[in-house]
């Protein structure tokens, strides 16, 4: 809230200005999502803008008639319901008509559940029912509480895998998903006194949870604590890793230290993080998603992102916008990632906004250790429904000095692309035959790469590192030479890091 009627969300600008202004057609429906939660209530500084808030509750009750509008859906009521417990639970006194439309805002979420839609949504519709339980008496309000404790203690086990990522396979929603689980686990202590055995028992569970969660996402961080753009991903969405670490800390929840192994494999989830001295390479070897729910996959299979001496080197390009666009098709198509293409085709069949036909799958995944070197092979079966049934393979060789990438296509096919993204960070050079060059990053450190089996071309490309905003980089795209590519990134391994 930047304004006492202005809101920047998803790096837009916008002002409130009277009752048409909430469900404004001419706006981005998540804009307007964004809206109706009312996270400014509870973000940093939100004392300095108290008295905007009150007036903008009082605003939202008058100008939002029941049952109308996007505000009335049931994602966005759960998450303003509890923004506003939230904020009334930090000592906020709610006027007797605002306890009113909260009492009736939970009313209509508890008629309209989101089961069609599962994951994300049915986990905060269940969340709001247990705030509004735990923060309203009577009989309804302990209905309210069992019913969404009853779909959280089911839900949990159903979207938290036994390694600890969250099942629809994207770091931004793992990072939401954990932050519920806290938010639950600070409500369970707040209401302390008053918890049943099966609520004690919970937050039991929710606590376990958590401590895997964190694992997962401590192995899925980039050296400069964000996340990886792995299927819907972004930064600024989800709590950064280091908020949510410092959230457990008020809890008193211990965060163990992140196992140090040189090859971790995330077996349930599919990811591997490796490194080797002073890279850092996170590895997609995972299915897009639950097969029934995979609205928020990408058809990323078998990509890569990597950070040398602390910085950003390879990435995938990222998630900017939603919706059914010929933006968002790209984003998720398979050549806005650094991955292999076949016969320009998509690994996975990602279609309209949040949907997916046939997807690949990963097979045949080895990882070894030698003295001197990583080394992890995989395939994929995405293809396989083209002529030929040609199976991407892929092998990452890293060493202290070098990574080395091999792509190799078996099965028939007539045209495949290797395509490696850089941050925007990193500038390139090309020399003239295109298979070889420089690269360095603010920092002036060099990194020579080499294209060994194929044709390499440097093409302009963008970045999308959060919702709204796209920033030009460049992108090293290679031709297959008969079935095999490779490309070496190589570099002086010496004691230089980069900071932040």
């Known amino acids: 809230m930047v304004g006492q009627n202005h809101f920047c969300f998803l790096n837009e600008t916008h002002e409130v200005q009277n009752q048409?202004?909430?469900?404004?057609?001419?706006?981005?429906?998540?804009?307007?999502?964004?809206?109706?939660?009312?996270?400014?209530?509870?973000?940093?500084?939100?004392?300095?803008?108290?008295?905007?808030?009150?007036?903008?509750?009082?605003?939202?009750?008058?100008?939002?008639?029941?049952?109308?509008?996007?505000?009335?859906?049931?994602?966005?009521?759960?998450?303003?319901?509890?923004?506003?417990?939230?904020?009334?639970?930090?000592?906020?006194?709610?006027?007797?008509?605002?306890?009113?439309?909260?009492?009736?805002?939970?009313?209509?979420?508890?008629?309209?559940?989101?089961?069609?839609?599962?994951?994300?949504?049915?986990?905060?519709?269940?969340?709001a029912l247990f705030f509004a339980g735990a923060f309203f008496t009577g009989q309804e309000a302990q209905e309210w509480l069992t019913k969404g404790m009853h779909i959280i203690s089911n839900e949990i086990h159903e979207q938290v895998l036994s390694d600890g990522g969250h099942f629809e396979r994207s770091p931004m929603y793992h990072a939401l998903c954990l932050e519920d689980v806290l938010d639950l686990i600070n409500l369970?202590?707040?209401?302390?006194?008053?918890?049943?055995?099966?609520?004690?028992?919970?937050?039991?569970?929710?606590?376990?949870?958590?401590?895997?969660?964190?694992?997962?996402?401590?192995?899925?961080?980039?050296?400069?604590?964000?996340?990886?753009?792995?299927?819907?991903?972004?930064?600024?969405?989800?709590?950064?890793?280091?908020?949510?670490?410092?959230?457990?800390?008020?809890?008193?929840?211990?965060?163990?230290?992140?196992?140090?192994?040189?090859?971790?494999?995330?077996?349930?989830?599919?990811?591997?993080?490796?490194?080797?001295?002073?890279?850092?390479?996170?590895?997609?070897?995972?299915?897009?998603?639950?097969?029934?729910?995979?609205?928020?996959?990408?058809?990323?299979?078998?990509?890569?992102?990597?950070?040398?001496?602390?910085?950003?080197?390879?990435?995938?390009?990222?998630?900017?916008?939603?919706?059914?666009?010929?933006?968002?098709?790209?984003?998720?198509?398979?050549?806005?990632?650094?991955t292999v293409t076949v016969n320009g085709e998509n690994s996975s069949e990602v279609w309209s906004g949040f949907r997916v036909a046939r997807r690949a799958y990963p097979i045949d995944l080895n990882y070894h250790e030698k003295e001197d070197m990583l080394c992890v092979s995989c395939a994929h079966d995405g293809y396989r429904r083209l002529k030929g049934k040609p199976v991407h393979r892929r092998e990452w060789h890293l060493f202290q000095d070098r990574l080395i990438v091999r792509d190799s296509i078996e099965g028939g096919f007539s045209q495949a692309s290797a395509r490696y993204y850089f941050h925007p960070d990193i500038s390139l050079s090309c020399e003239d035959s295109g298979n070889k060059g420089m690269l360095w990053g603010k920092d002036d450190i060099r990194i020579q790469w080499q294209v060994k089996n194929g044709k390499g071309n440097v093409i302009s490309s963008s970045y999308f590192p959060s919702f709204g905003l796209s920033i030009p980089n460049h992108c090293l795209e290679v031709e297959f030479s008969g079935n095999k590519s490779e490309v070496i990134f190589s570099w002086e391994n010496n004691a230089h890091s980069i900071s932040n």
């Not at 004392?47 to 007036?55: A, C, G, L």
């Open 20 to 127: 048409s202004s909430w469900n404004d057609p001419k706006l981005d429906k998540l804009w307007l999502y964004n809206l109706h939660y009312f996270d400014d209530l509870n973000a940093k500084d939100s004392n300095d803008r108290k008295e905007w808030h009150r007036s903008l509750i009082e605003r939202w009750i008058n100008e939002n008639e029941v049952g109308n509008g996007n505000g009335w859906e049931p994602y966005p009521i759960s998450l303003r319901i509890i923004n506003w417990i939230k904020w009334a639970l930090d000592g906020n006194r709610l006027q007797p008509g605002w306890v009113y439309s909260l009492t009736m805002q939970t009313r209509w979420l508890r008629q309209r559940l989101e089961w069609h839609l599962l994951g994300n949504h049915l986990f905060s519709n269940a969340k």
């Open 188 to 338: 369970s202590e707040t209401y302390k006194e008053y918890r049943t055995q099966e609520w004690h028992d919970l937050c039991g569970v929710l606590k376990e949870v958590a401590d895997r969660m964190f694992n997962w996402l401590d192995l899925m961080c980039h050296p400069d604590g964000e996340v990886p753009f792995f299927n819907d991903s972004n930064i600024g969405i989800a709590p950064a890793p280091s908020d949510l670490h410092a959230y457990a800390q008020r809890l008193s929840l211990s965060t163990k230290n992140r196992d140090s192994r040189s090859i971790q494999y995330l077996d349930r989830s599919g990811y591997l993080r490796i490194e080797k001295g002073p890279i850092v390479a996170l590895l997609d070897a995972a299915p897009v998603g639950p097969d029934y729910l995979p609205g928020h996959a990408h058809a990323d299979t078998l990509s890569f992102e990597c950070s040398l001496f602390g910085r950003r080197l390879v990435v995938n390009s990222g998630t900017s916008v939603y919706g059914t666009g010929a933006e968002r098709t790209w984003q998720r198509s398979t050549a806005a990632h650094s």
